[in-house]
């Protein structure tokens, strides 16, 4: 199989001379001239007939004639149609292979569903200006920066999670849990989970079955 680019050609008459342009799909167009006094043909058909011959035949080229408009029915002769197609044909090749500028896609904005909150604190975790600029075109207004980006978080929750100390060490009065950690009794004040230096308030969100810790710093920790 061949690949063909359909062209466009005009043939008109400037003064004292005759002019054939082609153009590609791509908008890209060339035009070859040769000089001469070109009269009126005796038989308008067979003129019209010879020119549409002569510049259709671009089987050494990789275009293939789309189109014809000539303007006006002048006799020129086979050889000098032949001289314009060959001439244009090849101008036109070069220009297609001349590397060209292209200007760069921008792609398009997506489309941001509404922020749940319109104010934005630390749990958002903006920790840099991408996911400001991020937030801020959503339509959220940021509070304060990521939680690695805090000078200090002493009172302040640290995570929410669905794994529950309440329920597994049998504590929970919503959800039974037939195999505990262990049988202690369920204290009447906070809890805490501690790890070294690390001390964490369990609060417990019942109505929504999550439990939140929070951090509370020791004195010289910061």
Request: net charge neutral.
């Amino acid at each position: 199989m061949e690949r063909r680019i359909p062209v466009t050609a005009v043939l008109d008459f400037p003064e004292g001379a005759v002019r054939l342009r082609l153009e590609d799909l791509a908008g890209l167009m060339v035009e070859a001239q040769a000089p001469g006094d070109f009269v009126p043909p005796r038989d308008a058909e067979a003129a019209a007939k010879t020119i549409q011959e002569a510049l259709s035949r671009l089987g050494n080229t990789p275009f293939e004639l789309a189109d014809l408009q000539v303007a006006e029915a002048r006799f020129v002769p086979v050889s000098a149609l032949n001289a314009l197609r060959r001439d244009a044909a090849t101008a036109l090749e070069a220009l297609r292979r001349t590397p060209r500028e292209r200007e760069p896609r921008r792609p398009a904005a997506p489309k941001l569903r509404p922020l749940p909150a319109q104010a934005l604190d630390y749990t958002w975790n903006v920790a840099n200006q991408a996911a400001r600029a991020f937030y801020e075109r959503a339509g959220g207004q940021i509070l304060e920066p990521a939680a690695e980006l805090q000078a200090s978080l002493d009172g302040r929750v640290v995570m929410t999670t669905r794994h529950c100390v309440k329920y597994e060490l049998g504590w929970c009065h919503v959800h039974h849990n037939p195999e505990p950690w262990a049988r202690l009794p369920e204290p009447s004040g906070p809890v805490f989970l501690e790890n070294g230096p690390t001390r964490l308030e369990c609060r417990f969100d019942c109505a929504r079955c999550r439990m939140e810790l929070v951090l509370h710093e020791r004195e010289g920790q910061g």
